[in-house]
């Protein structure tokens, strides 16, 4: 009997999870380019990271979101 290779299915996390997002996550979510989010970066218009896993930085969702609802692109404090 031969059977199929069975697909990997990665569970979505509930929403009152708040996890970590790289920069690919977040350029995925918001439709951006990488140069568009390290522009971003670059000109303090997103927020800094939350946490580092290990030398790669991590933003909250809770943060992005919140940094959306704000406005988005405006220079941050």
Do not use: E, N
């Amino acid at each position: 009997m031969i059977t199929k290779p069975t697909k990997k299915i990665t569970p979505t996390p509930p929403a009152d999870v708040d996890v970590l997002l790289g920069p690919q996550d977040i350029q995925g979510w918001l439709k951006i380019s990488r140069p568009t989010f390290y522009r971003w970066l670059g000109m303090k218009t997103f927020p800094s990271h939350d946490a580092m896993a290990g030398c790669r930085p991590r933003w909250k969702r809770s943060s992005v979101q919140a940094w959306i609802d704000a406005g988005g692109t405006k220079p941050v404090k």
